[in-house]
């Protein structure tokens, strides 16, 4: 891998992304639908831009990390313990109403179970990234529909962490061990108490020391390890790279200088996420799009609504308005 094919790919990447970006813009559209987009044009289904792909990768996941970590940064750790009934209550019911509704259709189908439980880990799942993105846009991350959108997207990603532990189990199916998955939960489990602990006592005594140095300089070098840093961790652990940097967040956003930490971040954030959603449209395969539309657009309507449904009635048996339910 040359550096001049690196950074002629990325020159093209940040060329094709402005004019797309500029065109949303001048439009009134989400410049994430104009990432997504210049994507799907950069990528090997669309004009090849890019030789390189795998340089793309690499930076989008650290614009996950940077999105999540600041979303972490925005949402306050006791706001959301404060609203621990939501998070669990209406994500756990809107993941666990996807994953078993998917699974009594495909089921009726004629699909094996392990395969019809897989098909619906998958649909029970949405972009946390994306939703974050557009919530952190419209500056609506701190309102009530944007704390509860929040809180199941979290609920989301901690069950992605039981789904990829429970994927070997499916696989072997008729002799899969229930105490090694309990272990593994376990496991995950303690990564998710370390990070926290670590967040909750260490860091913030660091970044203070750093803050009475009164140095630009050593605050962003600062703020970038522990970002990067608990981001390895949680992933080592077994966890996302993105959930570790937002737990991070969440604990860090307590703290006193919470402002002068998101000001180190943000800049690298905008960057970063931009590539990220620049690399998800390049995962987009075209021709199969095109030949498979017909198809595609009515389960796609059946998913939303399947999802609508669940977690909006969970919601409203909270005796939420609807109004927010609409919204969420």
């Keep these: 891998m040359e550096l001049t094919a690196v950074l002629r790919d990325l020159a093209v990447v940040l060329a094709i992304a402005t004019v797309v970006a500029l065109v949303f813009s001048r439009l009134r559209l989400s410049v994430v639908a104009a990432f997504l987009v210049a994507g799907a044009i950069l990528g090997p289904t669309g004009a090849g831009f890019v030789s390189e792909p795998g340089v793309v990768k690499s930076l989008a996941e650290i614009g996950v990390v940077l999105l999540l970590f600041t979303?972490?940064?925005?949402?306050?750790?006791?706001?959301?313990?404060?609203?621990?009934?939501?998070?669990?209550?209406?994500?756990?019911?809107?993941?666990?109403?996807?994953?078993?509704?998917?699974?009594?259709?495909?089921?009726?189908?004629?699909?094996?179970?392990?395969?019809?439980?897989?098909?619906?880990?998958?649909?029970?799942?949405?972009?946390?990234?994306?939703?974050?993105?557009?919530l952190a846009d419209r500056m609506e991350i701190d309102t009530s529909h944007g704390k509860i959108t929040s809180g199941i997207l979290i609920f989301q990603d901690l069950a992605v962490i039981a789904m990829m532990l429970l994927l070997p189990s499916l696989r072997q199916w008729e002799t899969a061990k229930s105490a090694e998955v309990l272990l593994t939960l376990a496991k995950a489990g303690l990564g998710v108490a370390a990070i926290l602990v670590l967040a909750r006592f260490l860091i913030p005594r660091l970044l203070k020391e750093v803050i009475r140095l009164n140095n630009r300089e050593i605050l962003a070098l600062t703020v970038m390890m522990v970002v990067t840093g608990t981001a390895f961790g949680a992933h080592r652990g077994g966890l996302s790279l993105g959930l570790g940097a937002f737990l991070a967040g969440l604990v860090i956003s307590e703290s006193d200088y919470v402002h002068e930490i998101a000001a180190q971040v943000m800049p690298f954030r905008d960057v970063f996420t931009g590539v990220f959603f620049i690399s998800v449209g390049m995962l987009l395969d075209l021709p199969f799009l095109a030949r498979n539309l017909l198809l595609i657009l009515p389960v796609m309507a059946a998913v939303v609504l399947l999802k609508t449904v669940s977690a909006g009635a969970a919601i409203r048996a909270l005796e939420h308005s609807w109004r927010l339910v609409v919204i969420v």
């Design 71 to 134: 979303v972490g940064l925005e949402i306050s750790l006791s706001g959301l313990g404060r609203m621990r009934r939501e998070v669990l209550w209406v994500g756990g019911a809107q993941v666990s109403a996807t994953i078993l509704f998917t699974l009594l259709v495909l089921t009726l189908w004629g699909l094996p179970v392990p395969e019809g439980l897989f098909i619906g880990f998958v649909v029970s799942l949405s972009s946390t990234a994306i939703v974050l993105k557009v």
